[in-house]
Structures are given as C-alpha cells and as structure tokens.
C-alpha cells in the first residue's frame, strides 16, 4: 500500500491546533470545552463515510473557587498557589501547619518521618503521580498537601492538577477513596524559596485556606466511527484517542493531539475502502481532573462490543514537544515487536518501551484490549535540570502556547501514529506476539523470586513458572504455523489466529498487568503496575514488612493464593486455547 495515499497534511493538523488553542482552560463543565467540542463536531459532519455523535454522560470534577497561602514563621511570605482539585476545603480562617519537605512524595520518603498534622511540601512527578502523592500523604495523617511544580528552579509557573485518584466515575464505594486532604499547587521558584528556609530553620509553618467546588456535570464528548467496508473484518475495530479536557493554553497538551486525529480522520475516511478493519476516535472528556472518565465511561457503556471486537487502543498526546528526543512507548508487550518495525522505519531506531501504567487515559487494561502510548519527551540529564518535566516545563500552564511545538518533531510523531494505525487497520493477520508477552512474564517471575525471601514464594510460583514454559512451547508452535499462511490470503486461518489473539488478550492482559478485578480499575497511577506480576507483589510487598507471626500475615497468605488462583485460571484459559486451535489447524 502506498504511503503517499494515507500522507498527512501539516497545514491542516497545523490550522486545527490553532483553532483548539483559541479553547484555553477547556474544562469538564464549561463554556470552552463545549465549543472545542462544537469545532470537532462541525468539522467531522463536513467529512462523508462518517458516523459521529456527541457522548453525554454525567461524571464528578471539581471547580476552583479560592485559595491563598502564607509563610508566617520564622518570616512572613505570601506565595501564589492554585488549589488541587478535590481537595479538602478549609475553613474561612484556613488552617495553620509545621511545613515538611518529602522530596518525590513516596511511600519511602515518610518512612520513619512524624507527618501527623503537617504541611507536607513535595515535587511534581510521576514517580509517584500527583494523586498517589496525595493518597500517600492523607494515608499518613498529614495535614495538608503541598505540590511545587517542575521545571528549572526559576520557573514561577503555578501547576494546575487534581487528586482525586480514583479512576473514572466513581462507584459509591469508590467516593470513600478519594483521598481526603487539603492540597494546593505552587511554583517551583516558591517551592526553592521554602526548602531554602526549612534548610537554615528547626521549624517553618505556613497557613493555607482552600475552597474548592466538586459537582457532577454532563460530558461534551466528540466521538466518531468509521466502519470498514470489508465485510470479513469490519466487526473487528482499532480506538485511537486523546483528551480534549486540557489546561492552560493547551498547544503541546492536547491541542496538537487532537489535531492530529482529525487530520487522521480526513484521510482514513478518504480511503475507507482500503482499510480492512473499523476505527472509532474518541475525544475524551473528564481526563484532567475526573481522571480519565470519558475513556473510562467509554469502556463501560461499550464493554460487549469492546469484548467482541476491540483490537487495540492508541493514545495520542504529549505531541511535538519543543526540545524534545526521546520516544518512550508505555506499551502492551505483544504489540512491542511490530511497534518497533514501524518505529524503524519512521524515525530509523525503536522507542524505549516500558510496561502500560495507569495513566494517559489507559481504560483498557480491564477488558484485555492492547494499549498503546508513544510521545515524546527529554533525554535523561536534560530533565534533571527541568526538574523531572517530562511533558515540558509550561505544562498545564498558559505557558503552553504554539512556540512549544516543534514542528519537524510534530510531523514525524503524526507519521508515526499514522502508521501504527494502518498496520492494525490493514494487515489481515494481527501483529501481536505473544511470545515477547510471556518472555516478560518470565522475566517478572525472576525477579520476583529475586525480591522476596523463599518462605514467601511458596509453591505457586514454581507451578506458574511450569504453565508459563507450556503456554510458550504452544506459541510458539502456533506463530510458526502463522508463519507459512503469511503470504497467503486463507480467510478461515485469517479469522481463526485473529479471534485467537484477541481472546488471549482478554484472559491475560487484565489479571497480568493489573491489581484488581477486569470490570474496576486501578487507581490513577497505581504504583504496583510499575512492578513484577503486580497482583502478587502487591501481597508480597506488605508481607515482607510485617511479622510472620502476625495475625495480618495470616490473612495475607489467603489474598496471595487467591491472586495466584487468579492466575493460574488465565495460564489454564490460554493453554487450553492455544491447544484447540493447533488441533484444529
């Protein structure tokens, strides 16, 4: 297929940005997101072959109202700040607090520390995430919750965010999760300025006061669909998506995202009769401080068609960053083999790949539908001096302004997911190796044998080791097999090897690259994902801390056996599966 039939128009992707850009601040509820919303709407009806709609539904935000803060000893200084959303409301005198610095905000750095009633100050990062911060910090009875933005140390910019932590729209039982603290948003300059003084001083103590305005609101939603007109395959569909809820000015973050999608759209509606599968595009409302609810609402409501014929997810964000070199893709790791022939081949080496994480809209994780996410961002001694930016200095800011774009950069991350789209929307066999799966799987039991002590691990991780060898010796049998129908058009295999790879997707995706059960999900950026079977190590990881002796050990043990069930059931599945269609073919 000829590249030049599906070439991105820079002047377009370029024209739709700067409309967006005229959209600043466009949050959940108000007046911008609905005309960033009427912009898409207008311009998709434009197009024919398009299905489009608008998705309502209502999820919680939260609106600032007011916030201030003070140094008031050993010195007087009033600092700008911007509340985090969700957070606590104080009272009208606000509240007064020791300050305490805790460098990234992690469990480890409270370890031994008195936070009880304390203003606790920390950096921006995703290491943890600003909600994990915040749950980190409530779990342990600070007071409140100080966020000093990124950036070099003379950057003025107040960070915007929310801690709400809870994924999507909250259950009832999930309302009792959100972490309940009283956190605002400084600079990193302000923030330089406190550390200095908690430096040279046995105590300093702040005031903050907080009003914040938590509200369910009706979602403004951009969505269409374009159905393939290949009968065999157009049951089975790709979801390419990115939020239109933004802060700031929105240039980097995620006007150029958006963009990019519609220029996408153009151009796969054009050719719809080239395209063997369908493609649904999604602009997600409710990301910034609802926490991913348009992607997670999106997921729910369309769970059986999703189940039936979702086969992969594409995030678009993070697009052109100004200075930017690295391409990191937070990926599922059967897609890694074929997102690395098309990284080879567009910017001639492979992004640094990394397990999905629960972030950047990644909803999927639940129903076993593969993620993909690639941006760009600074080489490692860069953000050091940007103080861990990885989206930019100016983000969430009104410093994210049409200068911030690399344009060169921009063209070639809109190639790069132009092409990962075709491949998946094109190629009659899907290209998923599950091989390169379980190989890390493999890895993680390694290192979990490696983590925790023998009297831990008990005998189902060496049962695991042995039905993970048997899933793989049946991989491998069958991507052999797939090898000798590559160059042939055998409808019958075609759709056997596809319905294979998407059922393995749906049994070992949610109970190996999750915590919790398929329909929940994980909190916003949920630290356990970051590590090996992190349903195992997340039992394990309480375990080592506490007595054997101890009641809590006890009931430990019972968790972990469960979760080990878990997934011995899926390995079952997958061997079980794999074994039926070798005996078929």
Not at 53 to 72: A, D, K, N, Q, V
Not at 342 to 357: A, R
């Amino acid at each position: 297929m000829s590249k030049d039939n599906f070439r991105i128009d820079m002047e377009n992707v370029w024209k739709h940005i700067e409309m967006l850009c005229n959209f600043p601040d466009r949050i959940a509820g108000t007046e911008n997101i609905e005309k960033a919303s009427r912009y898409i709407l207008d311009y998709l009806k434009r197009i024919n072959g398009l299905e489009v709609w608008i998705e309502r539904f209502h999820f919680l935000t939260s609106f600032p109202i007011e916030s201030y803060f003070e140094i008031i000893e050993p010195e007087f200084r009033s600092i700008n700040c911007f509340p985090n959303l969700f957070s606590e409301n104080t009272s009208d005198e606000g509240i007064t607090g020791e300050i305490i610095y805790l460098g990234g905000g992690g469990e480890e750095e409270y370890s031994g520390k008195d936070c009880v009633d304390k203003f606790v100050l920390v950096e921006l990062s995703y290491s943890p995430p600003r909600t994990e911060k915040a749950r980190i910090a409530s779990n342990n009875k600070a007071k409140a919750l100080i966020i000093m933005n990124w950036g070099h140390s003379e950057n003025r910019i107040v960070g915007r965010g929310a801690i709400k932590s809870v994924w999507g729209i909250p259950t009832t039982k999930d309302l009792e999760k959100i972490p309940k603290i009283v956190s605002i948003n400084i600079s990193k300059f302000d923030g330089e300025y406190i550390k200095n003084i908690l430096s040279r001083n046995s105590k300093v103590k702040g005031k903050i006061k907080v009003k914040v305005r938590n509200e369910w609101v009706n979602a403004n939603q951009p969505m269409c669909r374009i159905e393939s007109l290949k009968p065999e395959f157009k049951e089975e569909f790709i979801i390419v998506g990115g939020h239109l809820e933004a802060w700031g000015k929105t240039a980097t973050d995620n006007s150029a995202g958006n963009a990019i999608m519609l220029e996408m759209i153009r151009i796969l509606s054009e050719k719809r009769d080239k395209l063997l599968r369908s493609i649904l595009f999604g602009f997600w409302d409710g990301h910034e401080i609802g926490e991913a609810a348009g992607s997670a609402y999106f997921v729910d409501y369309y769970w059986s068609d999703l189940n039936s014929g979702g086969v992969a997810y594409v995030n678009i964000d993070g697009c052109g960053l100004a200075g930017a070199s690295r391409f990191v893709s937070y990926s599922s790791p059967e897609t890694w083999k074929f997102l690395e022939e098309v990284e080879k081949e567009v910017i001639g080496k492979p992004s640094e790949k990394k397990l999905p994480l629960k972030f950047g809209d990644n909803s999927f994780q639940g129903i076993g539908i593969p993620y993909i996410f690639t941006f760009t961002t600074y080489k490692e001694d860069e953000l050091e001096k940007l103080g861990g930016a990885i989206f930019g200095w100016w983000y969430h800011s009104e410093e994210d302004t049409l200068d911030k774009i690399d344009k060169e950069l921009l063209e070639i991350q809109a190639r790069l997911y132009m092409e990962y789209v075709l491949r998946l929307l094109c190629t009659p066999l899907l290209p998923f190796d599950f091989i390169k799966f379980i190989e890390v799987i493999e890895m993680e039991i390694a290192k979990i044998k490696e983590a925790f002590p023998e009297y831990l691990l008990t005998s189902h991780i060496y049962k695991l080791e042995k039905e993970v060898n048997e899933l793989k010796k049946q991989l491998i049998e069958i991507y052999k097999l797939s090898e000798e129908y590559k160059d042939q058009y055998n409808l019958s295999f075609i759709k056997s090897f596809n319905q294979l790879l998407l059922k393995l997707c749906r049994i070992l995706i949610p109970v190996f690259r999750s915590t919790v059960e398929k329909y929940s999900h994980d909190v916003y950026g949920c630290l356990y994902l970051s590590k090996p079977l992190p349903r195992i190590y997340k039992i394990l990881d309480n375990m080592v801390k506490i007595s054997r002796d101890d009641w809590k050990n006890h009931a430990l043990k019972i968790e972990l056996t469960r979760q080990y069930n878990v997934l011995h059931d899926s390995l079952i599945d997958a061997i079980s599966l794999c074994r039926n269609f070798l005996n078929k073919h």
